[in-house]
């Protein structure tokens, strides 16, 4: 069966995945000029900004979907614990790390 996934954030792109694994074909539409939905960097001035998730929670489910994929996921991605996961800025000079 010939299947179109609209869109390429993380949703779309695991839809993809397990939809080929099961043996449709698969083609995938996207608007912008790149992968990865609200997952992209911006740049602006010298810095770069996350525009969706930075933190995974579920490490697991990209094993998951490459193993569907029949890819080794250490072949493709490096996941890099950080300490703090994020810290915020206040216009007070108050500093808060999560």
Known sequence: MRISVIGS???GLAAAV??????????ILEQRDQP???AYVYR???FAFD???TVITAPWL????????????KDSIDLVPVDPFYRIFFD???????
């Open 9 to 11: 954030g993380f949703g």
């Open 18 to 27: 397990r939809l080929a694994a099961r043996g449709h074909d698969v083609t």
């Open 36 to 38: 990865g939905g609200r």
């Open 44 to 46: 602006q001035d010298g």
């Open 51 to 53: 525009g969706g998730p």
């Open 62 to 73: 990209f094993d998951e979907l490459f193993e569907l994929a029949g890819r080794d996921p």
């Open 92 to 98: 007070d000079g108050v500093r808060f790390d999560y």
